[in-house]
């Protein structure tokens, strides 16, 4: 690289950064338009809180000891008594009345963002897994010189990329569903899992379509059959040559999914719209909430990129 | 070698148009004896590939009938798989695989079709990779090879398996002019010890050295089918003299 293009290049990114504040001075700027009072301490409490329980004295005694977070009261009747209590300021022969408060017991717990984000995960963990058994199958099928099984998935392809997510998720819910007796959960994640699927199919077929023909024929001229050269030569090189679009279409599936807050599935961005219903902080609500998805697709993104770099090792 | 041998191919009225329309073979019948080597020239189009890749059935035909060591390739209850484990061919486009390494190229088949234990496949993939002068490549990736390279582990892939019959179509046609050579003595040293081939070329030298019958084909069409020898001084058919005179 010359050396005039390595200065511009910091300029241009240098410029990059200076965009981005400029932008979020705007959203700020015109947040203060209508008079919206930002208020972010909340907000880590919406994902992980500490829960306080003071603990009581069921009855009147004298402290004992202090051990292991075990405090050990004696009462008045000279019955022993053992409370579990973190954190306590007691000394052995304090007295105790009862009901009065001896310490106090605390731990981490997930708020509701955090819960739906756990959900977002899960179930977008099961679609993807069974979108891909449904997108190989059907990418299969579609390429498939037998008219029915070829039809078939097109029919599916076709069906599925033709109505919209939301209307698919509301049939899959009430009809299917209720036909079927599923849960929520498992009619959200079969509901996203049959429309990714289709383009996972289309994905598929495509990664098989462009490996030549001659990786085929070397390998029938070898005397292996159908199922091994599939799954020795022709998918190894075709998931690697369609690694993106894959990885593309998990974030696609991980962002769709927050379309069966619908069905009221307590994901992410169900979670969301009832913080920010039961807060007056809709503005960072929402700003977490992306952050929360972004951290998820990114990670998928990274993922993506490492895998096809150990892949293009092999080559 | 050719004389009085009993045939191990054996073509009779092979006919295949392809969907197009194009009437890619004409009543081709050919029998190749055991050992045999017979080299197949003629005009680009003439049907040469076609015809090759009939014998292991890569390509139907309509009619006809192709019997390949005593089994009726042609008949569709035929179980291609087995037949075809004994047909090693080389093509133009080599066609390694380009996701493993060399040695695993050599070993993949041997143990899904052979059912040879990993080590056993090792060791004949490591003797035919020596053969044809390539085992210091073994850990590498196609990718990394010469043309010439990666038809030296498409040829040791094939023999790995221990063909009785060898196709070859043009296998030295994509190569760079200094890789030519090398192949060309591979396939020469592979007639001499007795396997039975039927290789398509346009090197003529290589024909008339290797070949013990030289089959001319025209228009879908065997025209003459000669030792080498009459071929080259003594051709029958007009054709073959026209297009030997247009190429050599
Ligand atoms: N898959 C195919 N579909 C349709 N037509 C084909 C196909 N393969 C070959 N042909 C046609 O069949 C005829 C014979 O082709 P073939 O490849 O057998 O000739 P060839 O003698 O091997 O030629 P070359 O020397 O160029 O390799 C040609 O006219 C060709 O265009
Ligand atoms: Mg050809």
């Known amino acids: ?315 | 070698m050719s004389e009085n041998g009993e045939a191990i191919i054996i073509a009779e009225n092979v006919n295949k148009t392809y969907p197009n329309g194009v009437k890619a073979l004409r009543d081709v019948s050919l029998s190749v004896k055991k050992g045999e080597v017979v080299v197949i020239i003629g005009a680009s189009g003439s049907g040469k590939t076609t015809f090759l890749r009939t014998i292991n059935q890569l390509e139907y035909i309509d009619s006809g009938k192709i019997t390949v060591d005593g089994v009726d390739v042609t008949d569709p209850k035929t179980n291609l798989t087995k037949i075809r484990a004994e047909i090693g061919m080389v093509f133009q486009h080599f066609n390694v695989f380009p996701h493993m390494s060399v040695l695993n190229n050599v070993i993949l088949a041997q143990t899904l079709v052979k059912k040879r234990s990993r080590k056993e496949a090792e060791d004949i993939a490591l003797e035919f990779l020596n053969k044809v002068g390539i085992a210091d490549k073994k850990d590498d990736y196609p990718g990394n090879l010469s043309g010439g390279q990666q038809q030296r582990v498409a040829i040791a892939r094939a023999l790995a398996m221990n063909p009785k019959i060898m196709l070859f179509d043009e296998a030295t046609s994509a190569l760079d002019p200094e890789m030519v050579g090398g192949i060309l003595d591979i396939m020469k040293s592979l007639a001499k010890e007795g396997i039975t081939m039927v290789v398509v070329t346009h090197e003529m030298g290589f024909a008339r050295e290797a070949a013990d019958r030289i089959v001319f084909m025209d228009h879908g069409q065997i025209i003459e089918i000669n030792t080498p020898d009459n071929v080259f001084t003594n051709a029958k058919s007009e054709r073959l003299r026209q297009f030997l005179s247009q190429i050599l």
């Open chain 1, 1 to 315: 690289m010359r050396k005039a293009d390595k200065r511009n290049k910091i300029l241009w990114n240098v410029a990059f950064v200076i965009v981005l504040i400029g932008l979020g001075f705007s959203v700020y700027k015109a947040s203060l338009r209508i008079n919206y009072s930002w208020n972010w301490r909340a907000v880590p409490s919406y994902i992980i809180y500490n829960n306080v329980t003071n603990i009581n004295s069921p009855v009147n005694g004298v402290v004992k000891g202090y051990k292991d977070g075990v405090l050990i009261i004696e009462s008045l009747a000279k019955k022993t008594i053992k409370l579990k209590v973190a954190h306590t300021k007691l000394k052995p022969g304090s007295k105790v009345t009862q009901d009065e408060p001896v310490g106090y017991n605390s731990h981490y717990q997930p708020g509701p963002l955090l819960i739906g984000l756990i959900m977002t995960l899960k179930i977008s963990f099961v679609s993807i897994i069974i979108a891909l058994v449904i997108g190989f199958i059907t990418g299969l099928m579609r390429i498939s010189s037998n008219p029915l099984l070829k039809n078939l998935a097109i029919t599916y392809i076709e069906l599925i990329r033709g109505t919209p997510l939301l209307v698919q998720i509301f049939i899959v819910y009430f009809f299917i569903g209720t036909v079927f007796n599923m849960t929520r959960f498992v009619a959200g994640a079969f509901a996203l899992a049959v429309f990714e699927g289709a383009y996972i199919a289309e994905i598929i077929r495509a990664g098989i379509q462009s490996i030549s023909k001659g990786q085929t024929e070397a390998s029938l001229a070898l005397g292996m059959n159908y199922f091994q050269i599939m799954r020795y030569i022709i998918m190894p090189q075709a998931i690697k040559r369609v690694l993106p679009a894959l990885a593309g279409q998990f974030i696609s599936l991980v962002k769709d999914s927050s379309l069966l807050s619908i069905i009221s599935i307590t994901e992410l961005t169900k979670a969301g719209r009832e913080v920010a219903s039961s807060t007056f902080s809709p503005f960072e609500v929402w700003f977490t909430v992306a952050a929360l998805y972004f951290i998820m697709t990114y990670t998928l993104s990274l993922l993506d990129r490492y895998i096809e770099r150990r892949l293009a090792r092999n080559e």
